[in-house]
């Protein structure tokens, strides 16, 4: 039986910017883009081993890209979405092992995970800074 | 079998005897594995990052010389591009609809993911072993 097909205006269900912010949300969100910048960042740290393998010379031009100010800008995001791809990824652990599930749980871990890793980042860099002798 | 209640096939499915290829749930299960691996061994790289930071080439050298160091490397390295791997094939997946588009984008993934990843464990067995 052959349908007549016409245009209907069908509803569409609501887009990003209809729904009220959530923590979990944005932590989806987060959690792809930070996996895709950890996933370029790869490439850094390949870079980094080869130049190490490769003798003192290639590590030095490593080094001096690493410690300019856009060198060190990079690390910096690159520690942090380390940590925060990190903490989000144990949340995802913690749902599968059905743990945290109700909204409520499911907010607190993730304004967890979000803070830890700000935090953590923040103690990384510090540690860090002092082995160099800045702070 | 055929026409039994719990049969969960299409009609479709079940007139040209196609199945579950049994392999649907490999990369969900590979994801969670890697990133189990992954959870401790990021530390240990963080930690290594610290610990070499404003270091000279020998004293950089030494350190992953150390065969405890070196291993740690491997396993982090073989963890890491399987997980990135997965993970950006399903952003691909979700994003680029085109087939063609789609195929070229997901055999690029797999040859950066396998390209840096090797890149990586050259390096580490050649400052493990090599001169």
């Known amino acids: ?121 923040v103690a990384v860099w510090f540690a860090a800074l002092s082995m160099r002798g800045v702070l | 079998m055929a026409g039994s209640g719990n049969d969960m096939r299409t009609p479709l499915a079940r007139v040209l005897h196609l199945g579950s290829a049994k392999s649907g749930t490999q990369d969900h299960i590979r994801q969670r594995l890697t990133a189990v691996a992954i959870a401790p061994l990021s ?16 004293t950089a050298r030494a350190w992953l010389g150390n065969p405890l160091v070196g291993i740690l490397a491997l396993c982090l390295v073989v963890a890491a591009i399987v997980h990135m791997r997965i993970g950006m094939q399903i952003v691909i997946e979700d994003y680029v609809i085109a087939p063609g588009a789609k195929h070229l984008s997901i055999i690029a993934n797999t040859f950066f993911s396998y390209g840096v990843g090797l890149a990586c464990l050259y390096a580490v067995l050649k400052l493990a072993f090599g001169s």
Do not use: K, N
């Open chain 1, 1 to 121: 039986m052959a349908e007549q097909r016409q245009a209907v205006s069908r509803p569409l269900s609501p887009h990003l910017q209809i729904y009220r912010f959530t923590i979990t949300m944005a932590m989806s969100i987060i959690h792809r883009a930070t996996g895709m910048g950890l996933y370029a960042g790869t490439a850094l740290v390949a870079w980094w081993l080869i130049a190490l393998a490769a003798g003192p010379e290639a590590y030095a031009t490593f080094q001096m890209v690493a410690g300019s100010w856009i060198g060190q800008l990079v690390l910096f995001g690159f520690t942090w979405a380390l940590l925060h791809h990190l903490f989000g990824g144990l949340r995802y652990l913690l749902w599968d092992a059905i743990i945290a599930t109700s909204p409520r749980s499911a907010d607190i871990i993730s304004w967890g995970a979000t803070i830890a890793a700000l935090v953590l980042t």
């Open chain 2, 43 to 58: 530390i240990f790289f963080l930690v290594l990052l610290v610990a070499l930071t404003g270091a000279d080439y020998e």
